[in-house]
């Protein structure tokens, strides 16, 4: 089964810093667009970070600019998010997706291979 393990979610106090790990199960990362999403409760999957196969460019969604970082090791199979002064507004499960294309908007239709998600909890 392909898919993605995602891992290092839990709860932290406002301004924090966190590192998510997305590891590759049953098929390379070699060639594919990764991107990072999130859902909190009733509400849709959002992209909030998405990278190119090279990893040269990468894209992220307004609300997480300048504190939030998107990184991949294909040798490790793992795309990462390093997550920096956290805000209760990040709260979700966050899931990552390989994707068809690359694109700036980062939208979850264009990805899939999700995996079960991390749990990220922001609050004081």
């Known amino acids: 089964q392909l898919q993605f393990v995602e891992s290092g979610g839990g709860l932290v106090q406002p301004g924090a810093s966190l590192t998510l790990s997305c590891a590759a199960s049953?098929?390379?990362?070699?060639?594919?667009?990764l991107g990072w999403f999130r859902q909190a409760p009733g509400n849709e999957r959002e992209g909030v970070s998405c990278?190119?196969?090279?990893?040269?460019?990468?894209s992220y969604h307004d609300s997480v600019k300048g504190r939030f970082t998107i990184s991949r090791d294909d040798a490790k199979k793992t795309v990462y998010l390093h997550m920096n002064n956290v805000k209760p507004e990040d709260t979700g499960t966050y899931f990552c997706?390989?994707?068809?294309?690359?694109?700036?908007?980062?939208?979850?239709?264009?990805?899939?291979?999700w995996g079960q998600g991390t749990q990220v909890t922001v609050s004081s």
């Open positions: 997706g390989a994707g068809i294309i690359y694109s700036d908007s980062c939208e979850a239709r264009l990805h899939d291979h």
């Open positions: 049953g098929f390379s990362l070699e060639g594919l667009p």
């Open positions: 990278i190119s196969v090279s990893g040269g460019t990468t």
